[in-house]
């Protein structure tokens, strides 16, 4: 039964591909910067380390660690700390070990996203900065989707075992509260496909201005161990 479920994991995490698109890594990256640099970072759910390796070229950390259950990714540069690890479960690092966590389109690929909250909330230093990301399921493109498909835009068959939770913000406001953080401030990647069009984008069809909460496909948490 154990393995069949870590079977399922790894081909869930395989499944995801290990990266995200060019609009999420620089919603997160600005959340980032917004905060000023921190000592210890770690990108929570890594994949590939295309977000951790932007990390790393941009200095916003004296020390930056990654965690995925992939493997360590062959060109990832060898000052960036990895560890191989299943992100449902507890990570081998003590209390009070980071300043900031970012966990970029990591929560829909877990099975329990509230421990996955207590887990960051456990890593983090008081004050520290949590920055998750997730697709906006209250997006215009998601709410036609759920009406006529009976799911949200990137919750179909074509992304299962990948994604697996779809979150609303009123689903992330009360788990990070309940995980003990503060200050919730939400934040969009001002880009979104354009329903029934998506090789259109809602920013190009009306020259960048469609922007917010309707018009993207992926939002942003960020919030502070209190």
């Known amino acids: 039964m154990q393995d069949d479920l870590e079977s399922r994991r790894a081909q ?8 995200s698109s060019d609009p999420v890594y620089r919603m997160a990256l600005a959340a980032l910067r917004e905060h000023g640099p921190q000592a210890a970072v770690l990108d929570f759910g890594a994949g590939q380390g295309s977000f951790t390796g932007r990390l790393l070229q941009i200095g916003l950390c004296q020390a930056l660690t990654a965690v995925d259950l992939m493997a360590r990714p062959a060109a990832l540069p060898s000052e960036i700390d990895w560890i191989q690890a299943d992100l449902n479960g507890p990570l081998p690092r003590a209390d009070n070990s980071f300043d900031a966590i970012a966990a970029v389109e990591v929560i829909e690929h877990l099975e329990n996203p509230r421990a996955m909250l207590r887990e960051c909330f456990r890593l983090l230093r008081p004050g520290g900065l949590l920055v998750v990301t997730t697709p906006n399921n209250e997006s215009l493109r998601s709410q036609v989707s759920l009406f006529f498909r009976g799911h949200f835009a ?63 496909d992926n939002l942003l948490l960020s919030c502070r161990r209190a």
């Not at 869930?12 to 990266?19: H, Q």
């Open 12 to 19: 869930a995490s395989l499944a995801s591909g290990g990266i």
């Open 154 to 216: 990137a919750f179909g068959p074509d992304s299962y075992p990948a994604h697996i939770t779809p979150l609303l913000r009123i689903d992330l406001m009360r788990a990070s509260s309940e995980a003990g953080f503060v200050g919730q401030h939400f934040a969009w990647s001002d880009h979104g496909a354009v329903p029934g069009l998506t090789s259109h984008s809602w920013q190009g069809v009306s020259f960048g201005l469609a922007r917010g909460r309707l018009f993207s």
